[in-house]
């Protein structure tokens, strides 16, 4: 029992964790290679190199039509590119409006794309290629694509995804249900067995009350430890996207570095702010954390793109709508120790005790009830 009920699902649970962290840093590092366009797009035909090595790029527009039920022609602002979905991992975004972590993506098969009406969103991220005389997108060992299907501004594709890839309940997971039903027979079967032997019908009593151990954590008394686990789970989770979101501005630049150049020939970097300007508060500068603008503070880091390094003016968007722009206060920017790792490690070891103690509890009451069935 302690097998398909415990040890597989939450093995599974690690493993759609690494996944989801996988993919989120896959699309972080997807955001330092540069934007495809029509002339970059020509250069690319036109060299011997392109065609032979090809390179690593991204690209947005909308679904314009799939050929041959396995390609996917993607239309942008001045070019169509066609991206094969063969071993492609495609993912579809929920809608999410507010400041709660959205859904985690679904992850979807390539042949189901083709339900998808025309125009909407996609976001491509991988490797270019020359196939059949023709620039595709395709997937690789080396370099797996990506491709995205979202409905939210391109500016904020980036924060959804980062807050977004995280399960809510990471115990329900692909080789949860089959688990659950091995572990539901076995302790069937073992009941089965003690049918007719009146000498163990506690053991009989005890097996068929096993087969529900999964909904332990859902009924009294336990349930409130395991209300308790979830705020406090999910309070992890807040931490550790809010301190991802709290480290992309610093992916353009190096330790120590306050500027760098970004793939669009622009001067990205930020300026130190004692106060937090008046147009934040209007709404014409974004806030790069969800939440951060109610919190005092008395210093401000402003990232996005210098007119020069000297230039002390306010900085501005990027001709990229995927790099970073907005205020993040100066804890988040140092040390911030209150989204470090330790923190949320801490609080998740913490949860998984309150939670084990609510089983605990109801096993124990369980147990005192079967105690007094024996005595009748």
Not at 95 to 112: C, D, Q, S, T
Not at 176 to 198: D, E, H, Q, W, Y
Not at 320 to 341: I, K, M, Q, W
Not at 345 to 362: C, D, P, Q
Request: charged share 20%; with cysteine; glycine share 6%.
């Amino acid at each position: 029992m302690a097998v398909w009920y415990g040890i597989v699902p939450i093995a599974g649970a690690f493993y759609s964790r690494y996944k989801q962290g996988q993919f989120r840093r896959r699309f972080v590092d997807l955001g330092l290679a540069p934007l495809l366009d029509y002339r970059q797009y020509r250069q690319l035909e036109n060299t011997a190199s392109g065609e032979l090595q090809g390179g690593v790029f991204r690209f947005t527009g909308g679904i314009e039509s799939i050929t041959d039920g396995r390609t996917l022609w993607v239309k942008g602002e001045d070019l169509t590119i066609p991206v094969s979905l063969e071993k492609t991992n495609c993912f579809l975004l929920p809608k999410h409006e507010g400041e709660e972590l959205p859904e985690a993506p679904e992850k979807i098969r390539w042949n189901r794309v083709s339900t998808l009406t025309e125009g909407v969103k996609v976001f491509i991220g991988g490797l270019i290629k020359m196939q059949n005389n023709r620039l595709n997108f395709i997937s690789t060992k080396e370099n797996p694509l990506i491709v995205i299907f979202y409905n939210c501004p391109e500016a904020e594709l980036t924060s959804q995804i980062i807050r977004a890839a995280r399960s809510r309940n990471e115990y329900w997971n692909a080789v949860t249900p089959a688990s659950l039903f091995i572990g539901a027979m076995l302790l069937v079967t073992i009941a089965a067995s003690l049918l007719n032997r009146p000498a163990f019908r506690l053991n009989l009593i005890s097996a068929l009350v096993a087969v529900f151990t999964p909904v332990l954590p859902a009924i009294p008394p336990g349930f409130l430890f395991t209300v308790l686990y979830r705020s406090i789970a999910w309070s992890v989770k807040k931490y550790r996207a809010n301190w991802e979101l709290a480290r992309l501005p610093m992916r353009y630049l190096q330790p120590g570095q306050e500027w760098a150049y970004l793939s669009t020939g622009e001067i990205y970097g930020f300026r130190k702010l004692k106060s937090l300007p008046p147009a934040a508060a209007e709404g014409e500068i974004p806030f790069l954390i969800p939440g951060v603008n109610e919190e005092k503070t008395q210093e401000w880091y402003f990232f996005g793109v210098l007119e020069s390094i000297e230039n002390e003016n306010m900085p501005a968007r990027s001709k990229d709508p995927f790099v970073s722009f907005g205020l993040l206060p100066a804890n988040f920017v140092l040390p911030a120790r209150r989204y470090a790792a330790v923190k949320a490690n801490v609080l998740e070891i913490l949860a998984s005790l309150i939670l084990l103690f609510g089983i605990t509890v109801n096993v124990i009451f369980i147990l005192f009830v079967l105690s007094l069935l024996a005595d009748i």
